[in-house]
């Protein structure tokens, strides 16, 4: 019974190599384009604080050509990142083309926003309300300056330790926007986690978002519950079970506690998703085999499969 609402994976590291994609060879006699366009750093003003925000773009091969509309990922970066991450540590742009171009996933545009070290969350104090940000207003850009397919179903969020967090967090704050999210080695802390967070990291990183009483009184406060799947899953199973759901965390990671708490979690509400874990640690290495597969799934969604 298990298997209709979860798929989990378990693969030797020997058994990653099957998911690394095959580079298309340029091909004279080949019709159209075999290669996307990348635009690094891009900006657009936000209304809402009242500067700049970055973001990288990658445009599918053929996109000048044609007239179509195309779907739309959303690819959020780690602690640490930018919008260029995605580009320069893992070569999303020629993985693309070459899954494009090889037929094994739609042709999308791939949008690469910067979230600073916001989490992709409005913080406690509203000084980077990056949720109203990217929702109301960078959502909006991108469809009015692009060609895209603007409904909920060719529209997917995806990311990586912060970014995966943020992919998820938006998908159960905003289910009538995404039709699935991808979290990768997605940064999910339980409450005790959280709590036991070291004092300096805890300071630096989590206290601008949640402010200080979660660990120092050890107290859960609303915006901690507001901004936490393991919350969120419990107020709104129903709505949860209209997006795919992507986990692929490794066996060694830190955050695999809080990855499995939500699988769990899914279980139990039977919100039908994906499951995957291998072996692997919280590191490059890890998110580079977990990409393609990524992008595979998020073609199927495209699909409708």
């Known amino acids: 019974m298990l298997l209709h609402f979860a798929v989990a994976f378990f693969l030797m590291s020997g058994l990653v190599s099957q998911f690394l994609p095959v580079y298309p060879q340029l091909n004279n006699n080949r019709p159209g384009e075999i290669e996307g366009t990348v635009q690094r750093s891009l900006t657009f003003f936000s209304k809402t604080t009242h500067e700049n925000v970055s973001y ?5 091969p053929d996109y000048y050509n044609i007239p179509d509309s195309f779907p739309v990922l959303y690819m959020l970066h780690g602690l640490g990142g930018d919008e260029n991450s995605w580009i320069n540590d893992f070569s999303i742009h020629r993985i ?12 999308m545009l791939i949008v690469l926003p910067s979230g600073r070290k916001s989490y992709f969350i409005n913080d406690y104090h509203d000084e980077f309300p990056y949720e109203t940000i990217f929702i109301k207003e960078f959502i909006p850009y991108v469809d009015s300056l692009y060609r895209t397919k603007r409904s909920k ?9 912060m970014g995966g967090f943020g992919a998820l967090i938006n998908g159960f704050r905003n289910p009538g926007h995404f039709a699935a999210a991808v979290g990768l080695s997605a940064a999910i802390r339980t409450d005790s986690m959280i709590m036991n967070e070291k004092p300096d990291k805890y300071n630096q990183v989590f206290k601008p978002l949640f402010g200080d009483s979660i660990q120092q009184f050890s107290h859960i406060t609303q915006h901690w519950a507001d901004n936490n799947p393991l919350y969120l899953v419990l107020r709104q199973p129903d709505t949860l079970r209209t997006v795919g759901w992507y986990l ?13 708490a939500l699988h769990k979690l899914f279980i139990q509400y039977r919100i039908p998703h994906e499951y995957h874990v291998r072996t692997g640690n919280h590191d490059r290495v890890y998110w580079q085999s977990a990409l393609v597969p990524a992008l595979l799934y998020t073609g199927r969604i495209f699909r409708g499969d």
């Open 96 to 107: 693309a083309d070459s899954l494009i171009c090889n037929h094994a996933i739609p042709p």
């Open 153 to 161: 179903s060719y529209r997917v969020i995806g990311g990586l330790s």
């Open 56 to 60: 990288s773009l990658y445009l599918p």
């Open 248 to 260: 692929d965390c490794g066996f060694y990671d830190y955050l695999l506690p809080g990855n499995e």
